[in-house]
C-alpha cells in the first residue's frame, strides 16, 4: 500500500492532535480535520479497522464535507458531549456538520443475546455513525465518498443497493467480514456506487440540510434528517446527562476536567465496564521509529488512577463498573493475573505485525496485538491493592469476596517482591529490580495491612505490616544515590519518572527530604523544555532504538509531586504550560516533542487524561485551601476537592485507634498521633 512520506517530507496525514474522537462505548472513531473518517474498528474498539487511513492513505476512510475544501473554519465539541462540530466557509457559502456515534433508548431484554455484564441504563450504543449538514449561508456542493477496507486494509467489499433505491446500499456480512449483519450506509442524498465506494454529491442553498448514516447493527437506521436529527438529539441528551451527574469543581480549568471526563467514559467499554488505554494502534512515539504499539486493551495498573479520578470527579457507576471488570479478572484468573486484557476480559492478545500497512507517516512495524501481557511485571498486586482499597474506603465495607482476592495477591507479592521484571515501562530488554515494581509490592503489602485492620484480622495486618516495612527498608537502601535521589533500578543512578508516584502513594511524607530531592531531580534532570521524559534511553536498555519524547503522563505527574512537596507556584505554572499543549479539541496523546508541541504515540491517551484530572485537582486543591485560609475561614477542602485519595488523610493511615507499625531502622520516623502528621 501506498501513499505515505518519510517525516522530513510533506506528509498527507493529518497532525496526531488534529484528530477528532468519537464513541458509543462500543466502538471509536477519529476524524480528521477534512471532515474524512480515518478510523473505525467493528464490531468494538479493539476490532479489525474498516477505515483504517490513519495507519496507511489507502486502508479506507470515509469523508462527508464540502467539495475543494479541506481546512474547516472551526471545529468543537458541542459542549458537554461527544458530538463533533465542524463549520465550512466555502467562499460562495457556510454549512456546519454533525458527526457522532448514535445513543439511544436501551432495547435489549435478552441479557443470552448481548455480551453486556454491568448493570444497564438508559441508554446504550444505535451501531450508527451519524453526520448531519445544514447550510446556513449561500451556497455548497457537497460531496459524500465512503471507501471501506476491511481487515486492516487487506479486503474490499462491494456495495450494492437496496430496496430503496438510490437511497441506501450495503456490504454482505460474508463479504465485510464483521460478525453480525451487514455493513449499511443510507442517506437523503442519492448514492452512486463505484465497486468498492459509495459516492454521493449534490449542491446546498441556504437553509438545506441533508445526512448519511453507515450501520452495522440490527436497528433500522433512520430515512429522513428529520429522523436523524432525532438521534443526534438522544446521542446529546445523553452526554450531557452523563456529564450532569459528575461534581466538577468551579474553576477555570473545568472545562480540560469535563473534557477528560468525556474521554474516559469514550474509552470505556460499555458490556465490561473494561477503559482502554487508547483508541488506536501503532501510532508512533516518535517520527518515524519503531516504537509502535496497540494500546486498545486495558491495563491493570491503569486501576488506581482510573478509579481515584472517577470517584473525583463524582462517577461513581464508572468507577464501580471498572472495579468489576478488574475484580472479575482477579477472581479468574487468581494465581495468573496478566498485566493487560482484551476489553472484553480474554486473555490472549498475541502481538503481530501487519506487512499490508505502511504506517503512520511511513512508521512501521503496525502492531496489533501486545506482547506485554506476557511479562513479568510485579506492580500488579500492587495495583490490585490499592483499587481494592480506594474502593473499600468509598463504602466503609470489604465483603468476603474482596478480602478473598486481597489476601491471594498480598500473598503472592510477598513472595515475589525480590524478584526481577520489565517494570512500569515494559522494557523488553533484561529484567531489573525496579525501584517502583517494590514500591508497588509495598503497597500491596501496606493497603492488605489496612483492610485486614477493617475487618479486624489483627493477626494478619500486623504480619503484613512488617513485611510493609521490610519492603520499604529494602527501597531505602538499596534504591537510593548518593545524593539520596531515588533511582530507577538497583545498582543504577538513572532517574526515573515513575518515582514521582512515591509522595502519591504516601511510601514517604512528602517533607521528606529524600522525596523532595527525587522529584526536584526528575524536574530538572529529566525534563526537556519543562516537559518530563519517562526515562533516558541511553540509560535504560528497553529493547529498542531511537529517541523518546516527553511522556505527558510524567509532566502531569510531576504537577501532582510538586504540590505534594510544597512547591505549589512551580507546580500551578507547569500545569499551566502542559494545559497549554492540549489538542484543539482538548486530547491529549501519549507523548509530546517539546520543540514542536507535536502530539505524538497512541491518542487520545487514557492514562494522560487520567493524570491530568488528578495534577489539575491538586492545583485546586491547593488554591481553596490557601483562598480559605486567607479569608480566615475553616480551610477544610471538600472530600472531591482533596488531592489526596478519597476518605484517606494525608499520610500514612488513618484507622481510628491505630498508629502505623514501623519497623526499628525503617526510614520512616514512628508517628504515634494525628497531631504528628506533616500537614
Given at each position: 500500500?501506498?501513499?505515505?512520506?518519510?517525516?522530513?517530507?510533506?506528509?498527507?496525514?493529518?497532525?496526531?492532535a488534529d484528530?477528532?474522537?468519537?464513541?458509543?462505548g462500543?466502538?471509536?472513531?477519529?476524524?480528521?480535520?477534512?471532515?474524512?473518517?480515518?478510523?473505525?474498528?467493528?464490531?468494538?474498539?479493539?476490532?479489525?479497522?474498516?477505515?483504517?487511513s490513519?495507519?496507511?492513505?489507502?486502508?479506507?476512510?470515509?469523508?462527508?464535507?464540502?467539495?475543494?475544501?479541506?481546512?474547516?473554519a472551526?471545529?468543537?465539541?458541542?459542549?458537554?458531549?461527544?458530538?463533533?462540530?465542524?463549520?465550512w466557509?466555502?467562499g460562495?457559502?457556510?454549512?456546519?456538520?454533525h458527526?457522532?456515534?448514535?445513543?439511544?433508548?436501551?432495547r435489549?431484554?435478552?441479557p443470552?443475546?448481548?455480551?453486556?455484564?454491568?448493570?444497564?441504563?438508559?441508554?446504550?450504543?444505535?451501531?450508527?455513525?451519524?453526520?448531519?449538514?445544514?447550510?446556513?449561508?449561500?451556497?455548497?456542493?457537497l460531496?459524500?465518498?465512503?471507501?471501506?477496507?476491511?481487515?486492516?486494509?487487506?479486503?474490499?467489499?462491494?456495495?450494492?443497493?437496496?430496496?430503496?433505491?438510490?437511497?441506501?446500499?450495503e456490504?454482505?456480512?460474508?463479504?465485510?467480514?464483521?460478525?453480525?449483519?451487514?455493513?449499511?450506509?443510507?442517506?437523503?442524498?442519492r448514492?452512486?456506487?463505484?465497486?468498492?465506494?459509495?459516492?454521493?454529491?449534490?449542491?446546498?442553498?441556504?437553509?438545506?440540510?441533508?445526512?448519511?448514516?453507515?450501520?452495522?447493527?440490527r436497528?433500522?437506521?433512520?430515512?429522513?434528517?428529520?429522523?436523524?436529527?432525532?438521534?443526534?438529539?438522544w446521542?446529546?441528551?445523553?452526554?450531557?446527562?452523563?456529564?450532569?451527574?459528575?461534581?466538577?469543581?468551579?474553576?477555570?480549568?473545568?472545562?480540560?476536567?469535563?473534557?477528560?471526563?468525556?474521554?474516559?467514559?469514550?474509552?470505556?467499554?460499555?458490556?465490561?465496564?473494561?477503559?482502554?488505554?487508547?483508541?488506536?494502534?501503532?501510532?508512533?512515539?516518535?517520527?518515524?521509529?519503531?516504537?509502535?504499539?496497540?494500546?486498545?486493551?486495558?491495563?491493570?495498573?491503569?486501576?488506581?488512577?482510573?478509579?481515584?479520578?472517577?470517584?473525583?470527579?463524582?462517577?461513581?457507576?464508572?468507577?464501580?463498573?471498572?472495579?468489576a471488570?478488574?475484580?472479575?479478572?482477579?477472581?479468574?484468573?487468581?494465581?495468573?493475573?496478566?498485566?493487560?486484557?482484551?476489553?472484553?476480559?480474554?486473555?490472549?492478545?498475541?502481538?503481530?505485525?501487519?506487512?499490508?500497512?505502511?504506517?503512520?507517516?511511513?512508521?512501521r512495524?503496525?502492531?496489533?496485538?501486545?506482547?506485554?501481557?506476557?511479562?513479568?511485571?510485579?506492580?500488579?498486586?500492587?495495583?490490585?491493592?490499592?483499587?481494592?482499597?480506594?474502593?473499600?474506603?468509598?463504602?466503609?465495607?470489604?465483603?468476603?469476596?474482596?478480602?478473598?482476592?486481597?489476601?491471594?495477591?498480598?500473598?503472592?507479592?510477598?513472595?515475589?517482591?525480590?524478584?526481577?521484571?520489565?517494570?512500569?515501562?515494559?522494557?523488553?530488554?533484561?529484567?531489573?529490580?525496579?525501584?517502583?515494581?517494590?514500591?508497588?509490592?509495598?503497597?500491596?503489602?501496606?493497603?492488605?495491612?489496612?483492610?485486614?485492620?477493617?475487618?479486624?484480622?489483627?493477626?494478619?495486618?500486623?504480619?503484613?505490616?512488617?513485611?510493609?516495612?521490610?519492603?520499604h527498608?529494602?527501597?531505602?537502601?538499596?534504591?537510593?544515590?548518593?545524593?539520596?535521589?531515588?533511582?530507577?533500578?538497583?545498582?543504577?543512578?538513572a532517574?526515573?519518572?515513575?518515582l514521582?508516584?512515591?509522595?502519591?502513594?504516601?511510601?514517604?511524607?512528602?517533607?521528606?527530604?529524600?522525596?523532595?530531592?527525587?522529584?526536584?531531580?526528575?524536574?530538572d534532570?529529566l525534563?526537556?523544555?519543562?516537559?518530563?521524559?519517562?526515562?533516558?534511553?541511553?540509560?535504560?536498555?528497553?529493547?529498542?532504538?531511537?529517541?523518546?519524547n516527553t511522556?505527558?503522563?510524567?509532566?502531569?505527574?510531576?504537577?501532582?509531586?510538586?504540590?505534594?512537596?510544597?512547591?505549589?507556584?512551580?507546580?500551578?505554572?507547569?500545569?499551566?504550560?502542559?494545559?497549554?499543549?492540549?489538542?484543539?479539541?482538548?486530547?491529549?496523546?501519549?507523548?509530546?516533542?517539546?520543540?514542536?508541541?507535536?502530539?505524538?504515540?497512541?491518542?487520545?491517551?487514557?492514562?494522560?487524561?487520567?493524570?491530568?484530572?488528578?495534577?489539575?485537582?491538586?492545583?485546586?486543591?491547593?488554591?481553596?485551601?490557601?483562598?480559605?485560609?486567607?479569608?480566615?475561614?475553616?480551610?477544610?477542602?471538600?472530600?472531591?476537592?482533596?488531592?489526596?485519595?478519597?476518605?484517606?488523610?494525608?499520610?500514612p493511615?488513618?484507622?481510628?485507634?491505630?498508629?502505623?507499625?514501623?519497623?526499628?531502622?525503617?526510614?520512616?520516623?514512628?508517628?504515634?498521633?494525628?497531631?504528628?502528621?506533616?500537614?
Open positions: 500500500m501506498g501513499g505515505v512520506a518519510g517525516p522530513a517530507e510533506f506528509s498527507p496525514f493529518p497532525q496526531i484528530y477528532g474522537f468519537l464513541s458509543d462500543e466502538v471509536t472513531s477519529l476524524i480528521a480535520p477534512s471532515g474524512s473518517v480515518e478510523w473505525l474498528c467493528l464490531p468494538r474498539m479493539d476490532g479489525a479497522s474498516v477505515f483504517g490513519l495507519l496507511d492513505r489507502d486502508a479506507g476512510s470515509f469523508r462527508f464535507g464540502p467539495a475543494d475544501v479541506d481546512v474547516p472551526d471545529r468543537r465539541y458541542l459542549p458537554g458531549t461527544m458530538v463533533l462540530e465542524t463549520t466557509s466555502c460562495e457559502g457556510w454549512v456546519i456538520i458527526d457522532c456515534l448514535v445513543m439511544g433508548p436501551w435489549h431484554e435478552n443470552q443475546r448481548g455480551s453486556h455484564r454491568r448493570p444497564p441504563t438508559d441508554y446504550e450504543a444505535d451501531n450508527m455513525l451519524l453526520r448531519t449538514v445544514n447550510c446556513t449561508n449561500g451556497s455548497v456542493q460531496v459524500m465518498d465512503c471507501d471501506p477496507v476491511f481487515d486492516y486494509g487487506l479486503r474490499r467489499g462491494s456495495w450494492n443497493h437496496t430496496d430503496r433505491g438510490f437511497y441506501q446500499v456490504i454482505g456480512a460474508e463479504e465485510s467480514g464483521i460478525p453480525g449483519p451487514a455493513l449499511t450506509l443510507s442517506s437523503d442524498i448514492i452512486g456506487v463505484e465497486g468498492g465506494r459509495a459516492r454521493a454529491r449534490t449542491l446546498l442553498r441556504e437553509g438545506d440540510t441533508r445526512f448519511c448514516v453507515l450501520s452495522w447493527g436497528r433500522p437506521p433512520p430515512e429522513t434528517y428529520e429522523e436523524a436529527h432525532d438521534r443526534m438529539m446521542t446529546v441528551h445523553h452526554w450531557r446527562h452523563w456529564l450532569a451527574r459528575g461534581d466538577l469543581p468551579n474553576h477555570r480549568w473545568r472545562t480540560y476536567l469535563a473534557r477528560s471526563a468525556l474521554t474516559l467514559k469514550g474509552l470505556a467499554y460499555a458490556p465490561t465496564g473494561a477503559i482502554a488505554a487508547a483508541a488506536t494502534t501503532s501510532l508512533p512515539e516518535a517520527p518515524g521509529g519503531e516504537r509502535n504499539f496497540d494500546y486498545r486493551y486495558s491495563w491493570i495498573r491503569d486501576s488506581t488512577f482510573a478509579l481515584w479520578g472517577l470517584y473525583t470527579l463524582g462517577f461513581e457507576w464508572e468507577a464501580n463498573d471498572y472495579f471488570f478488574m475484580t472479575d479478572l482477579v477472581e479468574r484468573d487468581r494465581d495468573d493475573l496478566q498485566i493487560v486484557y482484551r476489553i472484553d476480559g480474554s486473555r490472549d492478545i498475541d502481538e503481530r505485525e501487519l506487512e499490508q500497512l505502511r504506517g503512520y507517516q511511513g512508521a512495524p503496525v502492531r496489533i496485538g501486545n506482547a506485554a501481557y506476557q511479562q513479568r511485571q510485579n506492580d500488579v498486586w500492587g495495583a490490585v491493592l490499592d483499587a481494592l482499597y480506594l474502593h473499600t474506603k468509598s463504602r466503609d465495607w470489604l465483603d468476603e469476596r474482596i478480602w478473598q482476592m486481597a489476601r491471594r495477591q498480598v500473598e503472592l507479592a510477598l513472595a515475589h517482591w525480590r524478584e526481577p521484571d520489565q517494570g512500569i515501562w515494559e522494557v523488553r530488554g533484561e529484567p531489573q529490580q525496579f525501584t517502583s515494581s517494590k514500591l508497588m509490592c509495598w503497597v500491596a503489602a501496606d493497603r492488605g495491612a489496612r483492610l485486614a485492620r477493617m475487618r479486624d484480622e489483627l493477626e494478619i495486618a500486623a504480619q503484613w505490616q512488617e513485611a510493609a516495612n521490610g519492603i527498608s529494602d527501597i531505602c537502601a538499596n534504591a537510593l544515590d548518593d545524593r539520596g535521589v531515588f533511582c530507577q533500578h538497583y545498582g543504577s543512578t532517574l526515573d519518572a515513575s514521582l508516584l512515591m509522595p502519591l502513594l504516601r511510601f514517604l511524607p512528602p517533607t521528606d527530604s529524600r522525596i523532595k530531592a527525587t522529584v526536584l531531580a526528575i524536574a534532570e525534563s526537556q523544555d519543562g516537559l518530563v521524559l519517562r526515562y533516558r534511553p541511553e540509560q535504560t536498555n528497553d529493547g529498542f532504538l531511537g529517541a523518546e511522556f505527558t503522563i510524567c509532566s502531569f505527574w510531576l504537577v501532582s509531586a510538586l504540590c505534594e512537596i510544597g512547591e505549589y507556584a512551580r507546580g500551578r505554572d507547569l500545569c499551566e504550560k502542559v494545559l497549554s499543549y492540549a489538542s484543539p479539541l482538548l486530547l491529549y496523546a501519549e507523548q509530546i516533542d517539546p520543540k514542536s508541541g507535536r502530539h505524538l504515540g497512541n491518542f487520545p491517551q487514557a492514562f494522560t487524561h487520567l493524570a491530568l484530572i488528578n495534577a489539575v485537582m491538586h492545583v485546586i486543591g491547593h488554591e481553596q485551601h490557601a483562598a480559605r485560609a486567607k479569608r480566615g475561614s475553616d480551610a477544610t477542602i471538600a472530600p472531591r476537592q482533596l488531592p489526596w485519595l478519597p476518605g484517606e488523610l494525608p499520610w493511615h488513618n484507622f481510628p485507634g491505630t498508629a502505623p507499625l514501623v519497623a526499628q531502622g525503617s526510614c520512616l520516623g514512628r508517628i504515634t498521633s494525628l497531631g504528628q502528621l506533616p500537614w
